[in-house]
């Protein structure tokens, strides 16, 4: 096989053009060494730094579900990390408060019931002039503190879970008293962390879970302060998972003294579905650029002398391209200078191609 490359080689020799040093190849020959060419794929920024970041989310998307009232847990329905709809019942806790509350409720129910029975009497009896003006007035006063009470009690279950139609009949004495209430999820989310345990014992306030909605993620990188320069108010932020894209919202004015690095968030534009609060990624900052930046694949890019080149396809034959590199990536590199964007780039057979090239130079009196 070297052979036959070095026989190929020989043959191109004197095939190439004096003026721009254009290799020659017809079909059989770029077939023997299996070239092909590519449009290198226009680019909107500049790969910088590869640095570690982790998934978090956005403090005003954190949730704490809290026990409205004292009590014991009887019950826990979701486990950690699964997600959840808003209203969904998270667990369940029976309360000796809750029924002093519900007591309350049916003494404010029947103190207003006669206030208003009151209040109608006495509203007739002034019409007629059995009674003073001061006495109808005396009578709207306590049905006025009689409905607030009332009030109160309703609301003070509400918070507590208890929907108005129990509220109803537990004034209409269709339902009896019962301690036990559900704790119900704020928004649509993810159980974050899980503190209630079955048996435990709560007081009011009393934090249960933190629920996490997942509509906004953000992606935190500790960048060394030596690379801060590096980092700009919207720059592109790209994952290894592919398709995870994000945007640079905020660089942290603060240097961790230990670690001497500063946090830059990046808000997550899209593959938000991949990723997960908690996990670690491997991150790539991208420097926006108003120049002509265009990407192509690691093979076809070849170095001489400390110069970089590409072998571009012209109408004639193919042209060694000097070109200055402005980052690489995984699988690709990034150029900012050299290329129009509208020739084809080889991305196969560049090393024969190079081997044909340097044999030209030599022949031509230039120097390796």
Known sequence: MKWRLFGLC????????????????????????????????PVAGIPLAQVPGRVVLPPAKEF?????????????????????????????????TLVDIQRSLVDASAVYGVAVAKLHRDEVLFREGVISKMRLQETRS????????????EQTLLTSGIAQVD???????????????????????????????????VDAFSPLFRIGKLDVLWIE??????????????????????????RIIEISQSV???????????????GA????????????????????????PVAALFSHEGRSYVFVNRQTGFEAVEVAVAGQEAYSIVLHEGLQGDEAVVVQGVAGLKATWLGSSSTGGHGD
């Open 221 to 246: 990188v500790d960048m060394p302060q030596e690379r801060l320069k590096e980092a700009r108010i919207g720059d592109l932020v790209t994952a290894e998972n592919p398709g995870v894209r994000a």
């Open 64 to 96: 704490a579900v809290t026990a409205v009232q004292s009590g014991v847990i009887t019950h826990v329905n979701v486990p950690l990390g699964v997600k959840v709809t808003k209203g969904q019942v998270l667990a369940e806790i029976d309360s000796v």
């Open 167 to 201: 509220i109803d009949r537990i004034k209409s004495g269709a339902t009896q008293i019962n301690g036990l209430y559900k704790v119900l999820a704020p928004v649509d989310g993810m159980v974050l962390d899980r503190m209630a345990m079955v048996g435990q014992r």
């Open 273 to 296: 579905d991949r990723l997960r609060p908690g996990m670690h990624v491997n991150v790539q900052t991208m420097h926006r650029s108003t120049d002509r930046i265009f990407k192509v």
């Open 142 to 153: 306590d049905f006025e503190r009689a409905r607030v009470s009332l009030r109160a009690a």
């Open 256 to 270: 961790d003294p230990q670690s001497q690095s500063t946090v830059v968030r990046a808000v997550v534009e899209s």
């Open 10 to 41: 020989l043959v191109f020799i004197g095939q190439v053009s004096a003026e721009g040093r254009l290799l020659q190849l017809d079909a059989e020959q770029r077939s023997h060494l299996g070239v092909r060419t590519a449009l290198p794929e």
